[in-house]
T-cell receptor, first 119, second 117 residues
Framework: AQKITQTQPGMFVQEKEAVTLDCTYD???????LFWYKQPSSGEMIFLIY??????QNATEGRYSLNFQKARKSANLVISASQLGDSAMYFC????????????????FGQGTILTVHP | GAVVSQHPSWVICKSGTSVKIECRSL??????MFWYRQFPKQSLMLMAT?????????EQGVEKDKFLINHASLTLSTLTVTSAHPEDSSFYIC?????????????FGAGSRLTVL
């Protein structure tokens, strides 16, 4: 079984500053994938970034970077230069992956963190 | 990029009626789609895996006779909430992966908000 824990129900950040959203996970799988999604009030799930458990480098996508610490089982999301449009719910998620890192799509989600960006 | 369309985006129905929600991949083929349920301010919970041409796989605690899933083609999966009751009111969202893509990206639909009166 897999478990994702997001301990920050809500976070506040000033516009243009960086913010870190915490995510820890637990799994018995040797190979897995870690995801971050953004969910604005409209409800759609927007993919932000992906990290494979065997990836040696931390994933980056524009202003998003994933601080992956495998030994600590943490996969924190760092958003640099926050914008007002970043205000949303953020979910960390994971799933097991087969040989070669193919995603099977059955995601386990954390509880989410509501991020509010102040002007 | 890959687009998943969900319809309807919101629906209100009377208790006891059935409601069908469609999840359609617009520009790719998906042999597998996933249905999630989300209550307000809560996380997404996987309900079932929809498999093209075969029976859906339901997660523990999800009633398969209550939530009927059909995946008749490589681009369409439907979720039917049968004999809906107020406790079925929720946000239902599907996801799909392009079967021809090696990327580990799952595309979500925009979700369907169901309110049962």
């Amino acid at each position: 079984a897999q478990k994702i824990t997001q301990t920050q129900p809500g976070m506040f950040v000033q516009e243009k500053e960086a913010v870190t959203l915490d995510c820890t996970y637990d799994t018995s799988d040797q190979s897995y994938g870690l995801f971050w999604y953004k969910q604005p009030s409209s409800g759609e799930m927007i993919f932000l970034i992906y990290q494979g458990s065997y990836d040696e480098q931390n994933a980056t996508e524009g202003r998003y970077s994933l601080n992956f610490q495998k030994a600590r089982k943490s996969a924190n999301l760092v958003i640099s230069a926050s914008q007002l449009g970043d205000s949303a719910m953020y979910f960390c998620a994971m799933n097991p992956t087969g040989a070669g890192g193919t995603s099977y799509g059955k995601l386990t989600f954390g509880q989410g963190t509501i991020l509010t960006v102040h002007p | 990029g890959a687009v998943v369309s969900q319809h309807p985006s919101w629906v209100i129905c009377k208790s006891g009626t059935s409601v069908k929600i469609e999840c359609r991949s617009l520009d790719f083929q998906a042999t597998t789609m996933f249905w999630y349920r989300q209550f307000p301010k809560q996380s997404l919970m996987l309900m079932a895996t929809s498999n093209e041409g075969s029976k859906a796989t339901y997660e523990q605690g999800v009633e398969k006779d209550k939530f009927l899933i059909n995946h008749a083609s490589l681009t369409l999966s439907t979720l039917t909430v049968t004999s809906a009751h107020p406790e079925d009111s929720s946000f239902y969202i599907c996801s799909a992966r392009d079967r021809n893509s090696g990327a580990n990206v799952l595309t979500f639909g925009a979700g369907s908000r169901l309110t049962v009166l």
